[in-house]
């Protein structure tokens, strides 16, 4: 009797992040990068451990003992882990949906992590952090200078700006979408306006009429993580708290809004948001 041997290749992380992000097709881009970024950083943090490359068996095996001793090896910021573990709880339900792999995964108990409510962000620090460098050589530079100017003025989301093409500049007006496809117009001033035109002046790469606004040093479009880590950049550079991120201007226009005697229903068509999104960010003020 001949003998029959599975010859399907072994399962490995790559290939199932792969097929995993072929069935989130109804996730955001940046969402879906989140949910890979996490498991790849999982992944590596358990090959340090397990002196091995990790498989998915390998996370489908973790108890609710090994997912406290992740989480109290991490030091990144309550949000980020917690984010990190919805991560791996819905990537083991895909093992389980669609390779009918089980494990200990399944029916473990996940730590609890609190994400406390930010506070404003000093207007001062939110202007450091978008103030321009001098540096008018640079076209990077320029960029960001643009970039941080229209975050500062109209709290604008990485989401959004990475969505951005040369299409959606019309005179005075941007066309913004935020991930889920929602469109709005928002206004330029001219400080905005002059910084988008002196970086396109400058980029080194065609700034096509149908192609991205915002571009990287090979000429693609910049992701919403590519557009967080500048701003991380900056913020170093500024010497400002790591509390300083790309939210806090958008929360802070909203506070604005609402001190000028904007209702909630007209700050959220601006901003792109539910009026009840808009009362989170009022009462977390």
Not at 33 to 39: G, K, Q
């Amino acid at each position: 009797m001949a003998d029959i041997t599975d010859h399907r290749p072994p399962l490995t992380i790559t290939g199932t992040l792969a097929s995993w992000a072929d069935r989130l097709r109804d996730k955001s881009r940046s969402t879906v990068e989140c949910y890979l970024r996490d498991i790849r950083f999982v992944a590596d943090t358990m090959a340090s451990t397990l002196g091995r490359q990790a498989v998915p068996q390998d996370l489908m095996d973790l108890g609710t003992h090994d997912l406290a001793a992740l989480v109290a090896c991490w030091r990144d910021a309550p949000s980020t882990c917690r984010r990190r573990l919805v991560s791996i709880r819905r990537y083991g339900l895909m093992l389980a949906n669609t390779c009918g792999m089980t494990g200990p995964l399944l029916h473990a108990g996940f730590p609890r992590i609190d994400v406390r409510t930010e506070g404003p962000v000093l207007e001062a620090d939110l202007l450091a952090l978008a103030a321009p460098t001098g540096n008018r050589m640079d076209w990077t530079v320029l960029r960001d200078d643009a970039i941080l100017t229209l975050v500062m003025e109209r709290g604008l989301t990485t989401g959004e700006l990475n969505l951005i093409d040369c299409r959606h500049l019309t005179g005075p007006l941007l066309l913004v979408r935020n991930p889920s496809g929602k469109a709005r117009f928002v206004e330029l001033s001219a400080k905005a306006a002059e910084g988008i035109d002196a970086y396109r002046s400058r980029c080194p790469y065609p700034v096509a009429s149908e192609g991205a606004l915002w571009l990287n040093t090979l000429g693609g479009r910049m992701s919403p993580r590519s557009l967080q880590l500048m701003i991380r950049r900056r913020r170093a550079l500024a010497h400002l708290s790591p509390g300083v991120v790309a939210g806090s201007f958008r929360r802070h226009r909203i506070r604005s809004l609402a001190a000028s005697g904007m209702p909630p229903d007209r700050i959220a068509r601006q901003m792109g948001i539910g009026a009840g999104t808009v009362l989170v960010h009022l009462a977390a003020g």
